[in-house]
């Protein structure tokens, strides 16, 4: 089956507590390398047949008014994955 | 000793008869918590609470919605993000932009779910802490013309309980400074700020002022002997909170502010 994924991320101006969190951990597992970390949300959207345009035109649409908040999160990424 | 009320019983703090024909609706979602405290302090203060379920597609017939507090589908997605597109919210979105102006107020997790809808601008976040944070809040009204807000004073202070985890209240610059310009901060927090939201907001309203939306819990501030001034004397009243039911029942029934 295809899936689509959609990424999603919190827009570079929002200050992203959750990630903050997780850069203040990593030093302490050792890992000096990294200096920030921004977290965001992976979605796999399964369709059962063909990704038509109008599918994938859906899956965009989706993405901006359900699985993101255009006032916190920009759509980063929206592409077809054949399984 | 002073005799408290028990809980169960909810008199009428206000005890006007004329108050209980305003009908307040209150949603309830799956995984909401604070439906029945809500629904409690619409009694407190005197009028008739009716309860709404959110796969409902009539709004029937009530005066004004509370949208309560809680973890509505789990914060899944986002909170409220999901809430936001039950059938009932639809209508509520519709009352609520419609000429009858229909009063809405949502506490907590009520207020993420407005601000999804659109119905408020912004959105809120992880708390900047990222701790959940349970407290008595200290809060100045800044806006008393708001329809949750009538029986208060402007920059009367109170003090009523928060909860939440979620609460970081942002919004781009521009957005927050049309919020101040057209005084639609309608709460503040005062002496502390619980989580980092832009400018110390508590809560704001829609540019109409029927719709009020706010982190912090009223409807846990209504009762003497249950109040933040029983645990902490931290200052206010127990029922600092009563004032938002008051508000409304009194503008529904046309009394005076």
């Given at each position: 089956m295809p899936r689509i994924v959609v990424d999603v991320m919190p827009k570079?101006?929002?200050?992203?507590p959750q990630g903050k969190a997780i850069v203040g951990a990593l030093p302490r597992l050792g890992?000096?390398?990294?200096?920030a970390v921004r977290q965001g949300k992976r979605f796999e959207l399964t369709v059962d047949g063909e990704v038509t345009e109008d599918i994938l035109a859906q899956a965009r649409d989706a993405a901006e008014t359900l699985l993101s908040n255009p006032v916190i999160e920009d759509v980063v990424n929206v592409e077809v994955v054949e399984a | 000793m002073t005799e408290l009320p028990l809980?169960?019983?909810?008199?009428?703090?206000?005890?006007?008869?004329?108050?209980?024909g305003a009908r307040i609706g209150v949603v309830t979602f799956p995984?909401?918590?604070d439906d029945r405290d809500a629904a409690r302090a619409v009694r407190l203060a005197g009028g008739t609470a009716v309860e709404l379920w959110h796969g409902d597609s009539q709004l029937g017939d009530v005066d004004a919605v509370i949208i309560p507090g809680g973890f509505s589908?789990?914060?899944?997605?986002?909170?409220?993000a999901i809430a936001r597109?039950?059938?009932?919210m639809s209508k509520i979105i519709d009352a609520a932009n419609s000429d009858a102006k229909l009063p809405v107020l949502g506490i907590c997790n009520g207020f993420q779910i407005l601000t999804e809808s659109h119905l408020l601008p912004g959105s809120m976040i992880k708390n900047d802490h990222l701790k959940f944070l349970c407290r008595d809040q200290v809060l100045r009204v800044?806006?008393?013309?708001?329809a949750w807000t009538l029986d208060y004073e402007a920059g009367q202070e109170i003090t009523i309980p928060l909860k939440n985890q979620d609460g970081q209240y942002i919004a781009d610059e521009k957005t927050l400074d049309a919020l101040e310009a057209e005084g639609r901060v309608v709460f503040r927090y005062v002496g502390?700020?619980?989580?980092?939201s832009r400018r110390d907001i508590a809560g704001i309203s829609n540019a109409a002022g029927n719709v009020v939306g706010l982190m912090?819990?009223?409807?846990?501030?209504?009762e003497p002997g249950f109040g933040p001034e029983s645990l902490d004397?931290?200052?206010?009243?127990?029922?600092?909170?009563l004032g938002f039911f008051t508000s409304v029942l009194n503008k529904i029934v046309g009394g005076d502010k």
């Open positions: 570079p101006e929002i200050l992203d890992f000096t390398s990294f200096s | 809980i169960g019983e909810a008199v009428a703090v206000a005890a006007q008869p004329r108050l209980a995984g909401t918590l589908y789990g914060d899944y997605l986002r909170a409220g597109f039950a059938p009932l800044e806006n008393s013309n708001t502390f700020n619980p989580n980092g912090p819990h009223p409807e846990h501030a209504v004397g931290i200052g206010g009243s127990d029922t600092d909170g």
